[in-house]
């Protein structure tokens, strides 16, 4: 074995020990699954400003912590209200480090840190009161931004800054990264582009790993093709989704979003560290390094528009509890998660099922779909269509 190769093995072994013990501890019991403004949560951000500590990073106030409260909206209609003085509000914390390499241009790397504690109306496994530990959401992207900024923070030819922030209240509507984008600390001018990190830990034996925001710069796309020779890539032009990348990409910031798919332990208490893949990690870092190396030798990106030609989303008071597959190809709505005890579980539907049709509204993507259930209201009864393993099926369901 030459020495070369002994040093790249000897590497990634390193990095998957780094991953396992960052996930042992914030997937641990005793940090209760997280939830935002709990002392598990606390415990956490003290667990990671304490490693910025040791990397020897930056802090960009008096404290690695970014402190806000908050409360969340009693209807869909109400929005999230900061530092207010509310009876429920929540205190949270983003975590937030820097490496000054002295240059114009910043590049954000991000993760939320938070989770769903014991579930309740969050968990997927409905009137189960266990502890949601969040392995691979999110401590997976969280245990791999800390190994980002630990080898960032050694380079010395670098020609963008770095700032590495740990999101709380992702969980509760990407309410960390929405208090950091509008707050005095950020600096749009200033920021090149963001790479978001969100369930990391589970690259599948097919290797498949989504790539979201692809169309928000122009050089995305050749870039994460020209670098893969790994991956079985599925890439998203969009620049929104459900995770932090929304917030910096809704400020015309060009985003990239890694995420090796959802699964059935998802917003469970199954999500847990023994269902992790250490290697798979170490592989989709190494991936990201050599991105960034990449677009170290491009000035400052330009942001590309990504949702201009999408339907505008209808508001709709019913659901039929489904996760949809954000990035399934196919014509109709996939269903990713049916959730247990929901409308589309009480009728019949299964994971995988293709949604086609919902009463008398065509549904070709996850769009069709939402603006379908604008149309109807609590205790309105209705057929769904899908397609199950090419089989077209009808079933009659109640919101």
């Given at each position: 074995m030459s020495l070369l190769i002994s040093f790249s093995v000897n590497s990634q072994q390193s990095n998957q020990e780094s991953f396992k013990k960052d996930i042992e501890y914030l997937a641990s019991e005793k940090l209760e699954g997280r939830f935002p403004g709990t002392n598990g949560e606390e415990l956490a951000a003290n667990y990671i400003a304490e490693k910025f500590e040791k990397f020897g990073l930056t802090k960009i106030t008096n404290s690695y912590f970014q402190n806000f409260n908050f409360t969340l909206p009693s209807s869909p209609h109400e929005e999230v209200k900061f530092n207010e003085e509310t009876d429920t509000k929540i205190n949270a914390k983003n975590i937030i480090a820097f490496i000054d390499n002295k240059k114009k241009n910043t590049v954000i790397i991000g993760a939320h840190y938070d989770h769903i504690g014991y579930g309740g109306q969050y968990s997927l496994d409905r009137g189960i009161n266990e502890i949601h530990n969040g392995a691979d959401d999110n401590a997976s992207g969280t245990a791999m931004l800390l190994s980002l900024a630990e080898q960032l923070n050694k380079r010395n030819d670098l020609e963008n800054n770095y700032l590495f922030i740990a999101f709380s209240a992702e969980e509760l509507g990407l309410i960390g990264s929405r208090y950091f984008v509008n707050s005095e600390v950020f600096n749009k001018e200033s920021i090149n582009f963001m790479i978001n990190l969100d369930m990391v830990g589970r690259l599948n034996t097919?290797?498949?790993?989504?790539?979201?925001?692809?169309?928000?710069?122009?050089?995305?796309?050749?870039?994460?093709?020209?670098?893969?020779?790994?991956?079985?890539?599925?890439?998203?032009?969009?620049g929104t989704g459900?995770?932090?990348?929304?917030?910096?990409?809704?400020?015309?910031?060009?985003?990239?979003?890694?995420?090796?798919?959802?699964?059935?332990?998802?917003?469970?208490?199954?999500?847990?560290?023994?269902?992790?893949?250490?290697?798979?990690?170490?592989?989709?870092?190494?991936?990201?390094?050599?991105i960034i190396e990449e677009l170290e030798t491009y000035n400052k990106l330009e942001f590309k528009e990504t949702i201009s030609n999408q339907p505008t989303v209808a508001r709709f008071n019913v659901s039929l509890r489904v996760m949809p597959d954000y990035v399934f190809e196919g014509d109709g709505m996939k269903a990713d998660q049916i959730i247990k005890g929901g409308p589309a579980d009480a009728a019949g539907l299964l994971d995988g099922d293709v949604i086609t049709m919902v009463g008398e509204y065509e549904v070709k993507d996850v769009y069709d779909y939402m603006n379908s259930l604008s149309k109807f209201k609590e205790g309105d009864i209705t057929t769904v269509k899908v397609l199950r393993a090419g089989e077209k099926l009808e079933f009659e369901v109640k919101f």
């Open positions: 097919e290797k498949e790993l989504s790539i979201f925001g692809v169309g928000t710069s122009s050089i995305f796309k050749q870039v994460v093709n020209s670098l893969n020779n790994n991956f079985k890539l599925k890439i998203i032009n969009d459900p995770s932090d990348h929304t917030s910096f990409y809704n400020k015309d910031i060009p985003v990239l979003f890694f995420h090796t798919g959802s699964h059935e332990n998802y917003h469970r208490p199954s999500d847990d560290i023994n269902l992790i893949n250490y290697k798979g990690m170490s592989e989709i870092s190494n991936y990201i390094i050599d």
